[in-house]
């Protein structure tokens, strides 16, 4: 079975930084696309970031100057650096993944979730 796990996430100050990972079990990321979402109660669960199977990378525009998504191919995993926390990072983090070329920053694309993280961002 296809699964994510992710790892990192926290109470962080703000102005801090952190790394969430993504990693697979029952299968390898090479041809797959993988997402970040973030969400928050009450809203949407919304694309920050992706990376393509061929290093395309893709961020929102609310995002773009301080999140940083990497891939590392050896370890079989997929990174998020977020530097620069502010209190609307705050939610539930999730990568995803698909089958595919490209990467979208659209949720419905993808069919594989992580378990979700929690991040939060203290003044």
């Known amino acids: 079975q296809e699964r994510l796990a992710q790892t990192g996430g926290g109470l962080v100050p703000a102005g801090g930084s952190l790394r969430l990972s993504c990693s697979p079990s029952?299968?390898?990321?090479?041809?797959?696309?993988i997402g970040w979402f973030r969400q928050v109660p009450g809203k949407e669960r919304e694309g920050v970031s992706c990376i393509s199977h061929s290093g395309e990378l893709k961020y929102s525009e609310s995002v773009r100057d301080r999140f940083t998504i990497s891939r590392d191919k050896a370890k079989n995993t997929v990174y998020l650096q977020i530097d620069t926390l502010q209190a609307e990072d705050t939610g539930a983090y999730y990568c995803a993944a698909y089958y595919g070329a490209g990467c979208q920053l659209g949720k419905s694309t993808y069919n594989v979730w992580g378990q979700g993280t929690q991040v939060i961002v203290s003044s």
């Open positions: 029952g299968f390898v990321m090479g041809l797959y696309a």
